[in-house]
């Protein structure tokens, strides 16, 4: 092991350490921890009876305070930022189709149905996080609405009609 110093000490060095890792494995690594966080906490939640659907519509509460909400946003920049965060911890957007009215995309890999069979967490429970998004749109504008397809999730935001053009 490399002293603070940098010189060696006699203890075994592994063969890959922190400092050798590329970019692309790190953001690999964060996107996994970040997957994982959600999945094991939707489980931790379940197994003490809290509701999942409710610590998602907080967590959402929260993070609409890092939102631009001084004004209200068309579906598709609403969906694009979405899509922006579903990638950066590791969905893959499948289809999209963008209108500042309503806007639909359809991603996978979010939640990882391997990270979750990992965990033993049913996707379907992990994939309540996708309600995160209903409190930012509403603060927003707009509706939001999500549903499971298989591996595959559905994402919908839609400008309200009482929120005007």
């Given at each position: 092991m490399g002293d603070l110093d940098g010189s060696e000490s006699a203890e075994t060095t592994p063969d890959h350490i922190f400092d050798d890792y590329t970019t692309e494995e790190l953001?690999?690594?964060a996107q996994s921890n970040a997957q994982g966080t959600f999945i094991v906490t939707a489980s931790f939640l379940q197994s003490r009876g809290l509701s999942v659907d409710e610590?998602?519509?907080g967590v959402g509460q929260i993070f609409v305070r890092g939102w631009d909400t001084s004004r209200a946003w068309d579906a598709?920049?609403?969906m694009d930022a979405m899509l922006t965060n579903f990638r950066a911890?590791?969905?893959e957007v499948v289809q999209t189709q963008f209108?500042?009215?309503r806007s639909e995309a359809t991603i996978s890999g979010w939640p990882d149905p391997d990270l979750c069979a990992v965990f033993g967490v049913d996707p379907n429970l992990a994939a309540r996080f996708h309600g995160v998004a209903a409190p930012i749109a509403s603060a927003l504008g707009l509706a939001w609405e999500w549903h499971r397809d298989g591996e595959e999730?559905?994402?919908v935001a839609t400008r309200r009609r009482d929120e005007g053009a």
């Open positions: 953001l690999e690594q610590w998602a519509e598709a920049e609403f911890v590791g969905a209108d500042p009215d999730t559905r994402l």
